[in-house]
């Protein structure tokens, strides 16, 4: 029986993600046809040193003020500041947190740096809906999935002092759902268009 809800942050509860900048980025490199895969155009144009600073900068192990002098030294990326460091929350998720909180424990796990985790946090607040415990990447110094070391939704449990069957995992990657669910959590792979299964499942 889940006991708790543990979230991921990005593309779940709210709806910027770095996938969607570097959509936004391809087609306006590329005049985007909509036949050609958008996954390949974005794939030609992920900047390996950057994305590689930019997980250091999601561990806290480069500053903001680095990372972002970094990025501003790329034209393609000047808008990136500013489409990361903001919050849209995705109101269609939230709308279900005043029931869900009556039921479930509930728990936020999320790949950020301090400074996008300052503006989260106050986004929480402002929702007065608690989230008990929040875990942000950069205060573990690590990302929330990382090869040959338990995932961070593991820290969450052991706050929450439930075991990971009890635990249900929403988050937007595939890739981070399979990886979970080796460790025993229940698990959903949230889309936007899967909301009316996600109420299904936690009614």
């Known amino acids: 029986m889940v006991k708790a809800i543990l979230f991921d942050w990005h593309g779940v509860l709210d709806n910027i993600t770095y996938e969607r900048f570097l ?3 391809a087609k306006r490199l590329y005049d985007y046809d909509d036949e050609f895969p958008l996954q390949v155009l974005r794939e030609t144009i992920v900047d ?3 994305y590689q600073q930019g997980q250091d900068y999601a561990r806290g192990m480069i500053s903001p003020h680095d990372f972002w002098t970094l990025v501003h030294q790329r034209p393609l990326w000047l808008g990136l500041e500013e489409h990361l460091l903001r919050v849209d929350l995705n109101l269609q998720v939230w709308d279900l947190m005043p029931r869900l ?6 728990a936020v ?3 950020t740096p301090v400074d996008k985790a300052t503006l989260i946090t106050k986004a929480i607040a402002e929702q007065h809906v608690k989230f008990d415990p929040i875990i942000y990447s950069y205060g573990y110094g690590r990302l929330k999935i990382e090869a040959d070391r338990p995932s961070l939704f593991q820290s969450a449990t052991e706050r929450l002092g439930l075991p990971t069957y009890e635990c249900l995992v929403v988050d937007d990657s595939k890739k981070n759902i399979d990886s979970v669910a080796q460790e025993g959590f ?3 792979h949230y889309r936007n268009d899967r909301l009316g299964e996600f109420m299904e499942l936690i009614r």
């Open 186 to 188: 229940a698990t959903f």
């Open 23 to 25: 959509d936004a980025a």
């Open 101 to 106: 909180a009556t039921s479930y424990k509930l």
């Open 109 to 111: 796990v999320s790949d």
């Open 48 to 50: 390996s040193e950057l």
